[in-house]
């Protein structure tokens, strides 16, 4: 592999879209195939978009039948989600079920997701919940109405189209950070309750009220970020299309640095995690308004995030870089999982061998060092870009799945990976 290979923790995302029941947009099989390529060892799979989510007990069981039936080239674990209708269910969810933990929504969602917005008031139900089962909540964090949530599409894109503005720039005013900022305020109101767990932030100027809440002794906040907030920007030379079109939204440059300078540096982000979220193709052939919002980019996330390291300017060196790399890809986030850091996320003795060899050096197109694994191809916004980094090998409990030099995977048959779920006393 050359003297210029880096050993690494496999990667841990705990914010990965298995949308297999129901619409086989990312099932089990390529997802996880797609992730050993990437170097990621573990996927943390969230309640939707599959069809039904995973918010009851039969739900879950539909999950678990699909994952343990396919070949696995990573292994996988489940969280459970929360809608008002399921409410009632959250109960034998949580002590019946293997999930990890809830995630919710604060923010509301077109009824083509299948999915629903919880009120602040139930958010605060669950954490109590939760809290007592030493479980986290994860919680997309934008509040508005569903019907202010219209309101400001239509004006947004009004607004675009008589003042020639870009579709992207349209969707930013769409999503302002107001709503990002009144959706944490929430959840870091209920973090002396339960673990929350801010997913995917996008709006640097929320890091006051999260410094603000983790120097509390007695609250227990984590947060996430994701490759694509860190590396594009919506005043850089990356075309943002629909391949880049999520929510809450990327936002300008000031914004991606101060991600950087005032949440990675001082640590208050927590870890990096990808929302991959594919879709069928045709979802996304649509005007930028109404074309489905999601990031594809499970296999790319290592290369997104060393590119965005390299140009961050935080890292004294390359160590530097690689230390902090370990930290928010591997074992920050094995911590975020129940009982998942006692054997994932370092590499140290008694450690299950999940490990990721990459080569730091390489620079170039996405697809020119490998195919692509995911189950729609060329719906990733990276494919084009020079990334810096390339996986050459990837280990699930000392086991090679993966060997980038010649894009090969361990026979199907084999299946290394395995289904986790937390162990109910």
Not at 128 to 154: F, Q, R, W, Y
Not at 351 to 365: E, F, L, R, S, T
């Amino acid at each position: 592999m050359g003297p210029e290979a880096v050993i690494s923790p496999g990667g841990i995302d705990v914010h990965c879209h298995i949308s297999e029941l129901g619409r086989n947009w990312e099932g089990y099989h390529s997802c996880t195939r797609a992730a050993s390529a990437g170097g990621i060892t573990t996927i943390l799979g969230m309640p939707l978009n599959s069809l039904p989510p995973t918010t009851t007990k039969e739900a879950f069981d539909m999950e678990v039948d699909r994952a343990v039936h396919t070949s696995l080239m990573a292994d996988v674990g489940l969280w459970g989600g929360v809608m008002p209708e399921s409410l009632d269910q959250v109960d034998d969810l949580l002590n019946h079920c293997g999930v990890f933990g809830i995630k919710a929504f604060l923010a509301p969602l077109p009824e083509s997701a299948g999915y629903q917005a919880v009120s602040p008031s139930m958010l605060a139900d669950l954490s109590s919940k939760c809290g007592a089962l030493g479980l986290p909540i994860l919680v997309h964090s934008e509040l508005m109405t569903l019907e202010e949530a219209e309101a400001a599409v239509a004006h947004a894109f009004l607004s675009s189209k008589n003042n020639v503005e870009s579709p992207h720039d349209a969707h930013v005013a769409s999503r302002p950070t107001k709503w990002e900022r009144d959706a944490i305020k929430v959840v870091c109101a209920l973090a002396n309750k339960c673990h929350m767990h801010i997913v995917h932030l996008s709006d640097a100027g929320s890091l006051d009220l999260i410094r603000e809440t983790k120097s509390r002794h007695d609250t227990n906040l984590t947060v996430e970020t994701c490759p694509h907030y860190l590396l594009l920007d919506s005043d850089s030379s990356t075309p943002m299309t629909v391949l880049t079109k999520c929510f809450p939204p990327i936002r300008d440059g000031v914004n991606r640095q101060k991600l950087w300078n005032d949440g990675i540096q001082p640590g208050l982000i927590d870890m990096i995690a990808s929302d991959h979220s594919p879709c069928a193709p045709e979802l996304r052939n649509k005007p930028f308004e109404e074309a489905w919002g999601g990031i594809s980019g499970l296999q790319y996330q290592l290369p997104a995030i060393l590119t965005a390291m390299k140009s961050s300017g935080i890292y004294a060196d390359d160590d530097d870089m690689f230390i902090s790399l370990a930290g928010l890809w591997s074992e920050r986030p094995a911590q975020l999982v129940p009982g998942l850091a006692k054997v994932k996320g370092k590499l140290e003795v008694g450690m299950q061998a999940d490990i990721c060899v990459w080569n730091p050096d390489h620079v170039g197109k996405l697809a020119d060092a490998a195919k692509e694994h995911h189950r729609w191809k060329g719906a990733s916004a990276f494919l084009d870009m020079n990334l810096n980094g390339r996986v050459l090998a990837t280990f699930v409990n000392g086991l090679q799945v993966y060997d980038g030099e010649s894009d090969a995977f361990l026979d199907d048959s084999q299946s290394p990976g395995s289904l986790w779920v937390r162990n109910i006393q």
